[in-house]
């Protein structure tokens, strides 16, 4: 099977994506992430103003086959965090790189250290 796997992106090896725009790196889980966990039924975030270092776990997204943590791609703040999940957390199946988004952080860091595109196809 083929995923999706947009090139303006860097990727986790925890299967996160990170998109750094003015200043911010919003995140989320890789097509490849929600395909493999299935329906997914809940997600708890973080909240705003709270910090997570690279590799930690900042929240636990639940499907229908497993409950699995969510680990920070960057060390930062949580900035903002994607509200409409909590009512809609199929978002992250429907759109996992649209509105399916789960944080934004104000980072301590770049982005450099994660996987380009290619790379991350390579992983999957």
Known sequence: MEFDVPEHLRYA??????DEHNGTVRVGVTDFAQ???????FVDLPAEGETS??????????S???VSDLY?????????????????PELVNEEPFGAGWLVAF???????????????????
């Open 13 to 18: 090896e925890t299967h996160e994506w990170t």
């Open 35 to 41: 395909d493999e966990l299935g329906d997914i039924v």
């Open 53 to 62: 270092q690279r590799g930690s776990a900042f929240g636990v997204i639940e």
């Open 64 to 66: 229908i086959k497993a």
């Open 72 to 88: 920070a791609p960057v060390t930062g703040t949580v900035v903002e965090t994607n509200h409409r999940l909590r009512d809609q």
């Open 106 to 124: 104000d980072p301590d860091e770049g982005t450099d250290h994660l996987l380009t595109a290619a790379q991350y196809r390579e992983q999957v």
